[in-house]
C-alpha cells in the first residue's frame, strides 16, 4: 500500500471528528465581546451629545461585560467619526453613536461624502432624540410664533436668525420655519451653539434655533424667550413651550434622532447581542431620567430597514435644502 493512500485514509478517518468539533465551536456572540468596546462619538467632549455618548456607555457595559469606551472623533461636521467607524472591523467592537445630521442632513447637502450613510452601517437600534426650538432675544415683541410672524412681517428688515453652523440640524430648522410661515429671514451662521448664544443673549441676533439642552438654562434666568420647539410632542425638558404644530403650523416637524449603529458586516449573533443590550439598557428607568434631564427624549426601537428610514429621510432634507439653497461651510 503506496504511502500517499495511506495518509488519505488517516485524513478520511480523522473528517468526522474535525467536522463534529467544528459543529460544537460556539458562535462568535457566545465570546462576543473579547476586549472592551470603542463608542465612537463625533463630537467634541463635554457638550450634550457627548453626555448622552457616556452615559449610554456606562449602561452598555453593564449588559455586556466589558468596558465600553468613548472616543471622540470630531471634526468635517460628524463625517471624521463616521468614516472611521464605516470602515472599522465589522465585528461589533467599535461603534457609532450619531444623530440624523451624520446620516440624513450631510447627504442632503455633500454629493461627496467620506462614508455611505444608508449602506455603510448596520443599525443596532434608536436611542432617543432631541427638540430645536425656535429662541428670541427678550426685546423681541413676541411671546408665540404667531406673534412673531406678524412683527417679522410689519418690519422684515428688523429681523435675522442665529444658526450654529450653515448645513446643521439648526440651519435646517431656520429653513423650515421660513417654508411654514412665508416669512424671509436671513441666516447669520456661528461656529457653534455657544458663541450662538452668547450673541442672541447679547441681542446681536434677536431670533436663534437651537436645541432645548441650550436653551433651558438661559430661558430659566429670563435670558432668552422661548416660543416653540421643532418636535411633534412637547419636550419633556420645557413642557410649558409648545410645539410648532399647537402654535398653527402643523406641517412643520424636525426630530434630530440619535442612533446606536455598527460598521456594515457585522456578522447576525453579535448584532443580536447588541441589540438586547441596547434594549436592556434603555429599558432601565434611570437611563430614561438622566436622558430627560439632559433634554433627551428616550425612544429606543429597532430599526429593521436602516437604508430606507435613511435613504427616506435624505430625500427629505434634500428637497429642503434646494429650495433654501441650504450649503455645506
Known amino acids: 500500500m503506496s504511502l500517499p493512500f495511506l495518509a488519505l485514509r488517516r485524513v478520511l478517518r480523522a473528517l468526522p471528528i474535525v467536522v463534529s468539533a467544528c459543529l460544537a465551536m460556539p458562535s462568535m456572540a457566545a465570546g462576543f465581546p473579547e476586549r472592551p468596546v470603542t463608542l465612537v462619538a463625533p463630537y467634541s467632549a463635554g457638550g450634550a451629545a ?6 449610554l456607555a456606562r449602561k452598555l457595559e453593564e449588559q455586556l461585560g466589558q468596558p465600553v469606551i468613548v472616543d471622540n472623533k470630531p471634526g468635517a461636521g460628524t463625517a471624521i467619526g463616521a468614516a472611521f467607524v464605516a470602515n472599522a472591523k465589522p465585528d461589533g467592537h467599535t461603534l457609532l453613536i450619531s444623530s440624523s445630521s451624520t446620516f440624513t442632513l450631510n447627504p442632503a447637502i455633500q454629493p461627496k461624502l467620506s462614508y455611505d450613510p444608508a449602506g455603510g ?37 428688523k429681523f435675522v436668525y442665529g444658526s450654529f453652523g450653515s448645513g ?22 456661528y461656529k457653534g451653539s455657544g458663541p450662538l448664544m452668547t450673541d442672541l443673549i447679547g441681542g446681536q441676533v434677536p431670533l436663534s434655533f437651537d436645541t432645548v439642552v441650550a436653551a433651558a438654562p438661559q430661558l430659566k434666568t429670563g435670558k432668552i424667550k422661548v416660543l416653540a420647539v421643532s418636535t411633534a410632542k412637547r419636550s419633556s425638558l420645557l413642557p410649558q413651550v409648545p410645539t410648532m404644530a399647537e402654535s398653527g403650523y402643523p406641517s412643520y416637524e424636525l426630530n434630530a434622532w440619535i442612533a446606536l449603529v455598527a460598521p456594515r458586516g457585522l456578522p447576525a449573533d453579535v448584532k ?20 430627560k434631564a439632559a433634554g433627551f427624549e428616550p425612544d429606543y426601537h ?28
Open 50 to 55: 457627548d453626555v448622552l455618548s457616556r452615559l
Open 121 to 157: 452601517f448596520e443599525a443596532i437600534g434608536m436611542v432617543g432624540s432631541v427638540a430645536l426650538a425656535v429662541l428670541a432675544h427678550p426685546s423681541v415683541r413676541a411671546d408665540n410664533v404667531q406673534a412673531l410672524v406678524a412683527a417679522v412681517k410689519a418690519d422684515p428688515d
Open 168 to 189: 446643521t440640524s439648526s440651519n435646517f430648522a431656520g429653513a423650515m420655519f421660513n417654508a411654514a410661515t412665508g416669512l424671509k429671514l436671513n441666516q447669520v451662521p
Open 272 to 291: 443580536s447581542k447588541l441589540e438586547k443590550a441596547l434594549a436592556a439598557a434603555m429599558a432601565l428607568p434611570d437611563t430614561q431620567d438622566k436622558m
Open 302 to 329: 429597532p430599526i429593521k430597514d436602516w437604508k430606507g428610514v435613511v435613504s427616506a429621510e435624505i430625500g427629505r432634507m434634500r428637497t429642503v435644502a434646494e429650495q433654501a439653497q441650504i450649503k455645506a461651510e
